[in-house]
């Protein structure tokens, strides 16, 4: 219907639809335009014989596809025939009593037809499957690249509905009417058939809406009936109450055009496309007719009570009865009383006579009924869900509800108060001085999801504000028959409590309260409020403590969905690019991943690494087919990120902070920047937020400082907030390409790093960790810079758990008896309060240990905000007696196998080096850490262990000479061998700037350069060199300029000169003529690639020229003089000679003092 053949079409039908007289009733002309589209829609829009799965094929693929359909039915029917042609040849002659031999032409002439076409449709079929998959990868990769650019300017619900027809719907396609969910019809009883489940579904919904099964003919004369009922003699309307002409076909014209049919049959198309001729049709039919309190309604949309909106004054039976559809508490009803029967919510706010009076009657009458099922069930409740009136009729009524809460909050003098001072609004730096003046805050509300913010100065005033708010709310909600719902997850409330009396509070609350506090409500007695240390509101998780744990795990699973959902046919596809991929990606998963970051306050650097690692497995994932997911993860964080083209987190983060900033600044609410203010960590975020993207974008404006731009864009936001939008574009634009740019060089320093390490330098002065902490796994040979490295290996590798797990389990102290809020708790107790652990090591038992740290199925800290609670009773008496703790005990696994080490006899014929041996395989039979083995070799030497040899004294003095060089030397050293070079290696594993700085270049000794000969050849990089060295070389040089260089990796591949370096060849490198601008520097989009390109370049050439010295190759190299970290590393290298000019410094090594004897003859 889309195409313009289709809306000619609906042109045409729309202008067939005739005027109807003044005197028809709306119902009948609006059955007289549904029966019209029903009758001429099915035939000027025929259904497909043959529907097409995928819209985004090519006529040409299509043809192709039925052409393919065609073959295989006559090779079907051809074989079917061939294979059945005995037996019916034979059915025919014994049908027609004639001989087998006598001839039948007809099966004759399609036998001999068939074998005569069959191996031609054979081959057709075999030609054209390679087209068709051919044609279908085309297909396919042009319409998510067509996809993926209409990504950047278009929503993302545009973005995955087009992508749906290329990875399906949310489930497969139901045959037949769907059938109902199953319900129980009793506690432990499903429904068995489907006439029952169908009864209990429609008592369900009829109870919430009052309601009840009615035959549809009779409701419809009731409908008649009570219209024609209505006095319409005093009625009034103006012209200008009524809506006009352009704006019912404005309406007609947002219709949407991807909807389900409703129940009249009449597609959004209809609508959308035949609203300036249908809206002339349809007009006429319009003539005729600190605390943070969250609230959850139950069935809010079902349970309002249509009077309240309409002012009608309901009889009392009427009133019981609706008390009773809503289930109210019994003493409601003389409250709900005192409010029915006033003046209409909708004209009391301000609306005309004719809205009032189609808001009442769309409320009349109102019904329901189930998919695919003829009952038709009225409803007297209820703002009619899912209608466009629902939100309107709802917003109307729970604004009264609003409006009295705070007059109580302000009566009661409860009403949060922070500064305000006009100077605050659009201000990024706090105020100079305290603002004089307060502004008053009571809520935040969405339709039915309220927020209510509560301060005070003190603990126990908090609790009794929080008590009346709630009280006071759920009071106001019944009062207009709204029912709360107090269950779990649904309203409760979430305290921050300081200064005097929290701890009593806390442990009132979650002791002897069990995590709740009474409400004093006047009409719900009884009624207990849940305080929670997390609640999740409007998508998004609230900590009580202001984190960001809870909230950034749930983004990282709903984006991991999002991803793994479209991850075959677009993320790992081998058919999208990966520009494409990115820009899917910020339509489909950033926006998951970062849904509401603008608004995240406390962002640390331990959450940016969990958010950098989740794009770090999706990036790696994303680079299928260039790079497999395996050599991906290798290439580092950075590298997979700038590879797959999509930015880091942190500019993820001021991307969201910068575009909800435009929401802030456009809706003028003077209670956001008050709040903003008072809390100040996020004002310091957008602040920072603003000057990066002022620092990427301040080239391309015309602004001088960054306050006065600042005050440019506040004017941009309010009058054009495309602009604001455009330039944050830009921004990220810039950043990633920054970033790509950062990324390849610190690729460069980490493999110019690798590059040193391997000619003799020493990078182990720059370790953060000293010498003597570090710890050793003697059987598996390796070495770690830590206790608490050694204790991950020791658990995942051996399965050591802290001694403290095990002798603790719940959450009480046996000793003590305190109570604390988790097992994790208990234990950082145990191990910090030596009177407990002593305690509890002298009773001797032990217990499983609980999941700790780390596990999945450990408690999490942030959902835990009770106090340690102390038990009342006698504390158990200590035991007599002292155990040490785990790490001053020795080994007993240790001790046995020192016991064996004389078990051939031949200790005394031993050197001090065999029985060293020995001793360090019997030290290696166990993870231990260090001071547990000198705690173990200790009570070995003093204890009755080497004096139980039996031995002469001379093998006894060589025992203690090796135990004496034991106490003075380093054990790691002398458990794992070689273990300064080790981890020197391993300390200079990835790209790090801080450890090339401080390097250690004195071992470097650069070999003396080959003797240059007239067989030699002088390769020149980028530029000619100086007339000098041609005179020198006497012949002209092999030039590789830059632009050639630049175009070969362009295309994938690697120059020659930086492939395999010849022995036989000199090499003079030139970077001035190369564009490398840092990351901070602004580049054009249009040559960010060609800059990101020409720093590879520049990269690779450095790392040449150092390879060249170090293997004894002449070789001459020439930078710009910009004080980079790895250029003036290599100027510290021994061998290597340099002279600085106006703007470069060129690089040699040798023995000449001028890089033009490196190439004159000897």
Known sequence: MGTAEGKEKIKQLCQALEPQPWALDVHRHAAYIENHFRSTLPLAFPAPRTQQRRSYFQPETWQLRNQRAWLRKRVHSASHFGKCFSLTFALRSWRCSCRLWQPC????SRWLRGLRELPGHLTALRATSKQLRTRIREDTRAYIHEVAVQATSATTKDTVQKLRALTGGPKRKQRGPTPLPSIEV??????????????????HFSAIEDGHVQDPVAFVHACYHRQDAKDLSGYTVSPLDVPNLVELEAALRAANTERAYGLDGIPGEVLHHGAPFLSKVAYQLLLLSHSLLFLDLQEAFYRIIRPLITGDQPSDEEVARICSAVQ?????????????????????????EWADGAVAESLQDTWFRLPDEPE???????SRPGDSLSDLVFSFLFAKVLRQVRQALVDAALLARIPWSQEMHCKLEPLEQPAANEIGLSDATWMDDLSMFLISPDAQSLIRALDFGASSLIDACLQRALVPNLAKGKTEAIVQLHNKGARRERRKIFGEGQGEIPLSCRMWTGARLRIVPVYRHLGGFLQHNGGLSHEISFRCAQAWEAFNRRRKKVFRSTLVSIADKALLFDSLVSTVLFHGAGTWTGVTSVHLDSLDAVLR????????????????WHLGTAQAIAAAKIPRASTYLHVSRLRYLLSCVRLDVKEIWALAHWERGWLGLIRSSVRWMWDLTRNSGAEEDFHSSWSHWIDECRRAPGKWKSRVRRALRAAVDGEARQAAYERHIGLLTRQLCRAGARFNAASPHSHTGQQVCAPCQLVFQDLRAWSVHAFKCHGRKDEVRSLVEGTQCPHCMRHYATTVRLCRHVRHSDACRRALLNRGERVHPAPGVGSRKAPKEHLFCAPTLQAEGPCPQELDGHLDDEMNRPSAEVLDCLAQIDFDGGLATMTDDEIWDRIRISMSCVCLPIQRLRV?????????????LNRSQESHAKVHRVLSWLRETDLVSALVPGTDEDSRKAHVSGPAIGPLCEADLLAINLPYPDAWTKDHVLVAVGATPALKILTAYGRTPLLYSHEESL???????????????DRGCGFCFDLLGLNTPSSTDSVPAKKADLALQSIRLACDITRCAVRCWTNGIRAYLKVPDRKSVDIETILRMPGVRHTRQEGSVALWAGQVDEPADLFHLS
């Open 328 to 352: 109210l508490p019994p003493n409601t009803m003389h409250e709900l009383h005192s409010f029915l029967g006033g003046p209409s919510l909708v004209k009391e706010a301000g609306s005309s």
């Open 936 to 948: 173990t070799l200790d009570v070995w030497e003093k204890g009755e262990g080497v004096g139980a």
């Open 1047 to 1061: 175009t070969v990796l362009a295309s994938g591949t690697t120059p020659d000169f930086l492939e395999e370096i």
């Open 105 to 108: 032409h007809r099966l004759w």
């Open 376 to 382: 038709v069930v009225v409803t007297r409740t209820g």
């Open 186 to 203: 009793s506690p432990g009883r499903l429904a068995l058939t489907h006439q029952e489940s169908k009864e209990k579904w429609i008592s």
């Open 617 to 632: 497995q999706m990036a790696c994932q994303m680079l299928t087919p260039r790079y497999t997911c395996e050599e991906a």
